[in-house]
């Protein structure tokens, strides 16, 4: 299993474009991506700009395929483009 969060700052005249091409790219991932276990957007209750996607996948082969699945190639560049930092993935292993 291939657990990620990735970590976006958001420019504020741009959150509402960001939300917009989020969702259409949760929902998609959610529908779309075999594989896929847990696709989803958060918010960081302390930082109105901050977002966090949390990600699960079956496996490394899962998660590689949504990366180059034709959704990803179209949204993950224009959400790129309303960032105010670069964005910042983590690489999770579940302990317990």
Known sequence: MVKLAVLNYVKAENVDEYLATNKELVEKTNALDSGCIKYELCRDV????RFV???E???QDALDGHIKAKHCEELIPKLRSF???PTE???LEKMF
């Open 53 to 55: 996607t949390l990600e």
């Open 46 to 49: 302390n930082d109105p700009l």
């Open 89 to 91: 993935m983590i690489m």
């Open 57 to 59: 996948w079956e496996s």
């Open 83 to 85: 960032s105010s930092k």
